[in-house]
């Protein structure tokens, strides 16, 4: 069973760092497509960033660079989200979400992912 768990979430200052963890089980990196997602209170699910392990990262959004990082560890099958200078506007529950395959980053659409994690909290104080 395909089984993704986010963690590292929390409640950190502004300006602050936090490094979500994405583990995998059931699966290997190589063979998949790993995205970060973020759903903000009263906003709809947005992608942030992609990492294919053939294929390199693939950031969603230009503006996000430089403030989001995504990176892996196969030796402990877990990818992992570099967010820094947090603002409150990034207060969300992340989710990383898994395509199969492995191949390029999809289009940030929903449907493309085909396996989601329960989402780790992200809260950033003023």
């Known amino acids: 069973e395909v089984q993704l768990v986010e963690s590292g979430g929390g409640l950190v200052q502004a300006g602050g760092s936090l490094r979500l963890s994405c583990a995998a089980f059931?699966?290997?990196?190589?063979?998949?497509?790993i995205g970060w997602w973020r759903q903000a209170p009263g906003k709809e699910r947005e992608a942030i960033l992609c990492?294919?392990?053939?294929?390199?990262?693939?950031y969603y959004q230009d503006s996000i660079k430089g403030h989001f990082t995504i990176s892996s560890d196969k030796a402990k099958n877990t990818v992992y989200l570099q967010i820094d200078n947090l603002k409150p506007e990034d207060t969300a529950v992340y989710y990383c979400a898994a395509v199969n395959g492995g191949g390029k980053c999809p289009t940030p659409l929903e449907r493309y992912f085909e396996h989601w994690g329960q989402g780790t909290l992200v809260t950033v104080s003023s």
């Open positions: 059931g699966f290997t990196f190589d063979d998949y497509t």
């Open positions: 990492l294919s392990s053939r294929y390199g990262s693939a």
